[in-house]
């Protein structure tokens, strides 16, 4: 039964490229069965739909999840045809689960023709019949125009197909407002800007760059080093590129070291060395008292550019130095079309749970980014904004311009995990990564600042597409499920009644959630609070709900600093002791 229902376990050996090693990784994984990912539609599934409803008397099962957050749980119920009440106290687990539980239900089976500007576009509609499988590239070829000129009839197109077109189009105008800020030089587009933080010398006063390493590409075929040298006035340093680093050492450790050496950055754990005076000038904490009184800088190092072979590293030109600071002057201008402006809301502080920023001074959601950065995610959120009005002109019913607004905005905090100024650059790959990969927000030495507006890592146009890809699978769902209804409200407040209630709570001290999720909820609300009246509601506050004192009442994990220091309070959550003058929250 369990392996008609679950499927076989099976494992299988992966082989896996680690710091430029091949390992063998072992892995499990099921075959088979009713539950596997893919079977939504097939008579298995139906089968033990109904075999579910027998065993509640021929009705659906009632199914509540209090702590939905992603929204695993109501989602297997949903798909095992349960009506499941998805609840959640955070407005970014409440949008999450909107996108994976709500639309693709309502919109499930449901397509519409693509937009005029997407049919004529020739890019968009090659990708679009290459990647929704209809032609071949061979077929692309011969009958693109055929298709575009209306020869050839064009299907209407599910939900997933319309967040790509609407994409398409804001990167579209977004390319336009950024041109200048992301130039391309020598036909070359920029892949990535490789920064450090910047910190004055102790001892000489000379800028130290705060570097971990100075590798750049670590490969078995490709190895580059950054070299840095004091400069003339030894005010600072210059750096150069060393693009054919030699394999030095006879055995795995000799070489292991000698790389170590060639790519030695500037901090160690016991603080940094100055390269101008060569002096261990600097410990940890005197980098945090700089950083608290506004003394860290930022220094561009390196530029990563597409060449004709692949990924090539230049120095940065002088319009490239100038132009990230130039662009803060048009930030006024790009955010009066934001609601709420620049995200100037506060970081939670330095004692809360996983959150080490602060420490350094980085104390406001704004200051986690360049000043380019900042202006490329306003434009691209202005215009994501202004998709609504084109989308009523060309007649989308208002169920499907808000699911499309919904899953953009999706688009854009998935950017915002790559914009900023805590991605770092990969040496293996290599490329850009993206930021949160914990459950802590600490801070990023060498940062890497992507292009949002090209199609490789750390841009927008493949951050949507991702969401596309997940929502390809959502919409092909069945659409006689029950979409589960979503609640933004505490699990502590008045529940429904159900048949089951199957939960994932937080994990106490493990996970400050509502303060990660601030740093994607800011921006979040910039795209959608204004799309809905239910979206007003729960987006009505600048910041994810913490704990709430008076109504003794908020996110359920132990951070004492939550509760002014007090670490038993902390753990008691919102059940009142005996005596106690609080609130009987039943
Ligand atoms: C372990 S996570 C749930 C993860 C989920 N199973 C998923 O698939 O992503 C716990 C969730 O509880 C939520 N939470 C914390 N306190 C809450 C409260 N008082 N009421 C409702 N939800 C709360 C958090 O926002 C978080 O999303």
New binding site residues.
Partial sequence: MLEKIGGKVVTEVQKKKVSGKTIEVVKERTEGGVLHWGNENSPDMDWFREEIKKAYGGRAPRVL?????????P?EAMRLGCEATA????P??WF?LKCTLEYPQKLAGQARPLPKFAVESPEFMEAFLKGSGRLTKKQVEKELAQYQRGLFPLPDVDLAWHVRAWGWWVLHQARKDLERSYPTIDGKPTVAYLWARTVKCKNCRATIPLLKTRWLCKKDNRRVVLNMEPNHERTGVVFSIADIVPVVGGNAAQRREHDKRVGAGTMSLSGVTCPSCKSPSMTMEDIRLEGKAGRLGLLMMCVVVDGKDGKEFRQPTEEELVIPTECGSLLDRCFEDVPFGVPNEPIADKEALGIRIPLYGINRWSMLYTQRQLLALGTIIKHTRSARARMSIEGYPSVWSEAIEMYLACGVDRLVDYANMNTKWKIDVPTINNSISRFVIQITWDCAEGNPTGNLAGSYWLCLNRIAVGLDTLVAFPSGLHAPTVVN?????KLPSVDLVI?????YAA?P??DL?DWFYVWLRRCVWDLSDESKLVMSSPL??KWNTDQC?????DDSSRHSGDALRSKRG?IPKSGDQERDVG
């Fill in positions: 999840d209090p702590f939905a957050g992603g929204g695993a749980i989602l609840i959640d106290i955070n970014v687990a999450i409200q505490s699990a502590t407040t939960t994932d709570p937080p994990y996970i959630y509502s999720m994810g709900p009442d908020g996110e359920l994990i919102p």
